[in-house]
């Protein structure tokens, strides 16, 4: 079992940043995928950033070149960098991480971006 516990959400105005982390603990000995994903208020959950083991990232199309995902393997974090925020940001971050087949999710992360 692996418990995902996320911080650094909040309320900024459009144009600024937050850092978002993930910290992992328990039954860890191989997280290849770790992700971020949002979900704001009546839309589906959709995927924000991602990043392997091996260091290989991916964006969605709405954040690429603001949001910046980075991952601490020894520590067993990952975070979420975002900038030049937008009032569309506004969403419940959550955390997943994969491992051996077994998804797992924090409990989410709320990000309040103001115009």
């Known amino acids: 079992q692996v418990h995902l516990v996320e911080s650094g959400g909040g309320l900024v105005q459009a144009g600024g940043s937050l850092r978002l982390s993930c910290a992992a603990s328990?039954?860890?000995?191989?997280?290849?995928?770790m992700a971020w994903y949002r979900q704001a208020p009546g839309n589906q959950r959709e995927l924000v950033a991602v990043?392997?083991?091996?260091?290989?990232?991916d964006y969605a199309d709405p954040v690429k070149g603001r949001f910046t995902i980075t991952r601490d393997n020894a520590k067993s974090m990952v975070y979420l960098q975002m900038n030049s925020l937008k009032p569309e940001d506004t969403a419940v971050y959550y955390c997943n991480v994969r491992q051996v087949g077994v998804n797992y999710w924090g409990q989410g992360t709320q990000v309040t971006v103001s115009s």
């Open positions: 990043i392997l083991s091996g260091g290989s990232t």
């Open positions: 328990g039954s860890i000995f191989s997280i290849n995928y």
